[in-house]
């Protein structure tokens, strides 16, 4: 087992005031998307961090309203989700702090973002030496169209539970791990699977995991994500039984 010297359960839920301006995309670049299942999350998580940076700006978040801009998506669900636009503000919120205050501790880490999607944090944060995006083929295929990347920034195409380890190539350097919006989408196997290979290829890494409650699994539904065919099916009460895996 690594040394999990901080691994934060993020939890799902929180709720911020209602904001009820829509995104308006007059010049939209026609860019159809047919994804479906849990890679069409990406679209409204990216929706909902677009909306907020247009309109109260609890997240400032140029790139993503550069996305929306592109799409040709249907956002009507997303845009009466209030429960959901909350949410994805909140875990913006506190991981781009938890993440932020990581990374002045250690100078030139590197972050892997698993289940990345749509995810810009990469272009909100500063002081790594190389941030790794890992998602789905299909979801890299996407992001690679709406937000080519290189240098500092890659991009691995792959499942979060398949051996990805050899894709980093540092070797000495501090690590941050973060999964955010998937752990709620899979199975206990699977999660433990993930951690898994984050064990086999870091003898020490930071892990920031967004969970959602037992609970909550059960009984919340959020329209945009059940229009995507995409279904919460795992949680953990403590995020502090995390490392055991």
């Not at 690594?2 to 829509?22: H, M, Q, S, W, Y």
């Not at 993930?194 to 919340?220: L, Y």
């Amino acid at each position: 087992m690594f040394d999990a010297d901080i691994t934060k359960e993020i939890p799902c839920g929180g709720r911020l005031p209602i904001v009820e301006n829509e995104i308006r995309r007059d010049n939209v670049m026609s860019e159809k998307m047919t994804l479906s299942g849990v890679p069409e999350t990406m679209l409204q998580t990216v929706y909902a961090r677009a909306k907020e940076s247009r309109t109260r700006g609890a997240v400032h978040d140029r790139k993503a309203e550069e996305i929306i801009e592109k799409l040709d998506y249907d956002f009507s669900l997303a845009d009466r989700d209030f429960a959901m636009h909350s949410g994805v503000i909140a875990r913006t919120i506190v991981l781009d702090r938890l993440v932020s205050e990581w990374l002045v501790k250690n100078l030139n880490a590197v972050v892997v973002n698993i289940a990345c999607g749509l995810d810009t944090r990469c272009y909100r944060m500063k002081g790594y030496s190389h941030w790794y995006n890992l998602d789905l083929p299909e979801t890299m295929e996407v992001r690679e169209k709406l937000l080519p990347e290189s240098g500092i920034i890659s991009q691995i195409a792959m499942s979060a539970m398949e051996d990805w380890g050899d894709k980093i190539e540092e070797t000495d350097a501090p690590v941050l791990v973060i999964i955010e919006g998937l752990t709620m989408y899979l199975n206990e196997a699977e999660v433990k699977r993930i951690f898994d290979v984050i064990a086999k290829r870091f003898e020490k890494a930071t892990v920031f995991a967004e969970t959602m409650n037992p609970m909550v699994v059960k009984r919340f539904k959020e329209k945009p994500i059940e229009g995507s065919h995409a279904k919460f099916t795992w949680g953990v009460k403590d995020g502090k039984n995390l490392p055991n895996y």
